[in-house]
Structures are given as structure tokens and as C-alpha cells.
């Protein structure tokens, strides 16, 4: 009868295990997600950031090419180099100066590199984690696997 609950108490213990595994794997899952969507932002960003200091030196109106998606471009010419239109957030866009513009997006690039670092290290410890988990489960298997042998064997 010990022996029963002994195994019980390993079979709980394994479903327990297997359930934070399959948790932490959904928080991998979410994460990688976070990741992609981070990395994605930062490229955009720096893109951004290069654009700006590529052309605060032009002299106004010269032309240039704008992107304007799927690999379209279209030529235009820029009438102020000095001033350009930049989204605060929450749908608000102001105009400022390009150096202030550039120094706004380093911060941006500089905070979205930082959520990308923590996110990173999130991922790392769940990964140790769902490491850890896997083995427990194995060991807990197969001592259950074990005390069942040997319970069959020593059954007459």
C-alpha cells in the first residue's frame, strides 16, 4: 500500500512538472514573439535613425529617394533638411529639429535594445527552467518505471 502512494505521489509529482513545463514553454513561445516584434522595431528605428543623419547635411531642395514600400521608391526633393515631422506617441506627431529628432530616436533604439536584453535573459532562465523540468521528469520516470519493476518482480 505504501508503495502505491509512493508512486502516486512520483505520477503527481511528474503530471505537476509536466504542466510548468508546457507553462514555461507557452512563456517561450510569448517571449520569442516579444523578440521578434522588438527586433523588428529596432531595425526600424536605426533605419530611421541613419536616414535622418544621412540627410541633415543636404542642402534644401535636392532630390532624393523615398521608400515608399515593396521595394518602391519615389523621387522627391527635400525643401527643409532642418525641421522634420516626428511621432511622440499616442498618435501625436510634432515637428523639431533633426539633431533633436536623432537624439530622440537613439533614446527609443537605446530603450528597445534594453527591453530586448531583458527579454533575452527572461528566456535564458525559463530555458534552464524547462532544462531542469525535463530532467526531473526523466529521473521521476524512471524511478517510477523502477519501483514498479521491482514491484512486479517481488509479487508472487
Known amino acids: 500500500m505504501a ?8 505520477e503527481d509529482e511528474i503530471r505537476e512538472a509536466m504542466m510548468r513545463l508546457e507553462l514555461i514553454k507557452t512563456q517561450l513561445e510569448s517571449l520569442s514573439q516579444q ?4 527586433e523588428l522595431t529596432s531595425n526600424e528605428l536605426e533605419r530611421a535613425k541613419k536616414t ?4 541633415k547635411d543636404l542642402d534644401d531642395d535636392k532630390e532624393i529617394l523615398i521608400p515608399i514600400g515593396g521595394d518602391t521608391f519615389i523621387y522627391s526633393k527635400i525643401s527643409d533638411v532642418k525641421k522634420i515631422l ?3 506617441g499616442a498618435g501625436t506627431i510634432i515637428e523639431q529639429d533633426i539633431d533633436d529628432a536623432i537624439l530622440k530616436l ?3 533604439l537605446n530603450n528597445v535594445n534594453k527591453t530586448s536584453q531583458n527579454i533575452f535573459q527572461t528566456m535564458t532562465t525559463l530555458q534552464q527552467q524547462a532544462a531542469d523540468l525535463n530532467f526531473k521528469i526523466q529521473t521521476l520516470s524512471k524511478e517510477l518505471e523502477d519501483q514498479v519493476s ?3 518482480s517481488s509479487t508472487p
Open 35 to 38: 523578440s521578434e516584434l522588438f
Open 86 to 88: 516626428i511621432g511622440v
Open 106 to 108: 537613439e533614446d527609443r
Open 52 to 55: 535622418l543623419s544621412s540627410i
Open 3 to 10: 508503495n502505491e502512494q509512493a508512486g502516486g505521489s512520483k
Open 150 to 152: 521491482n514491484n512486479v
